[in-house]
């Protein structure tokens, strides 16, 4: 069946290195992926996002590589912040089902001071 | 713009009592959604819309009702609330499929 999974679920990092954060995915339909920020008590946020036809696409401190051959998807965040801290969720979205996006469940990020 | 807007932020039913929450958003997308997410876990799409008028079903949509007769709202309905149905309800929305997804505040509901 479709899954988006993530590797780990928590992370923690020093203030200042770099982290990454990795997805897998399973349905081979799936072209537009986008990772969210999920900071305690609120709704996710849109980080960045990637279509199939790219493998790599750089925001500002991040960076978000796609590797379609063994459908994986990481997150890397340059010079980790402590308000980088969060759950950071991974989506994809199938070219079919219209707007049926399937999130992973998760890994938390904790940035040590 | 005030995005997407959820109300209420915090509610206690008991077993058997209906609520609707309520979302709206102000942005003109077509594409509107509603997740649950439970404690420690990712979100589960509930129903979703593509546009006024018309609605479908996610992955976990029993219990649960939606109608959008309009571009801006989308309520969504229990009837009969269970315990199962504690979570962290999401509205979402977006100009289009396969498009960014913005995302409300959240309600948090408790079934005791």
């Known amino acids: 069946g479709e899954s988006v999974g993530l590797h780990l679920p928590t992370l923690s990092v020093q203030e200042g290195d770099n982290s990454i954060i990795n997805c897998a995915y399973s349905?081979?339909?799936?072209?537009?992926f986008i990772w969210y920020k999920q900071e305690s008590g609120k709704g996710p946020q849109f980080i960045i996002d990637?279509?199939?036809?790219?493998d790599k696409r750089q925001g500002q401190r991040v960076t978000v590589l796609l590797n379609k051959t063994v459908k994986h998807l990481s997150l890397q965040i340059a010079a980790t912040q402590p308000g980088d801290s969060a759950v950071y969720f991974c989506?994809?979205?199938?070219?079919?089902?219209?707007?049926?996006?399937?999130f992973g469940d998760g890994t938390t990020l904790t940035v040590k001071p | 713009n005030a995005g997407v807007t959820q109300t209420p932020k915090f509610r206690i039913l008991k077993i058997g009592q209906s609520m609707t929450l309520q979302c709206t958003q102000d942005?003109?997308?077509?594409?509107m959604y509603w997740y649950r997410q439970d404690p420690g876990m990712g979100l589960k799409l509930i129903y979703y819309?593509?546009?006024?008028?018309?609605?479908d079903k996610g992955e976990v949509p029993n219990g649960y009702n939606v109608s959008r007769s309009t571009t801006e709202d989308f309520p969504l309905r229990l009837e009969l609330a269970a315990p199962s149905q504690t979570s962290v309800y999401f509205c979402?929305?977006?100009?289009?499929?396969?498009?960014?997804?913005?995302f409300g505040p959240g309600t948090r509901l408790l079934v005791l």
């Open positions: 349905n081979s339909a799936s072209d537009y």
């Open positions: 979402a929305s977006s100009p289009g499929q396969q498009e960014t997804q913005y």
């Open positions: 989506a994809e979205t199938p070219n079919t089902n219209a707007g049926k996006s399937t």
């Open positions: 990637i279509r199939s036809n790219m």
């Open positions: 819309s593509v546009g006024a008028g018309i609605t």
């Open positions: 942005m003109n997308h077509n594409y």
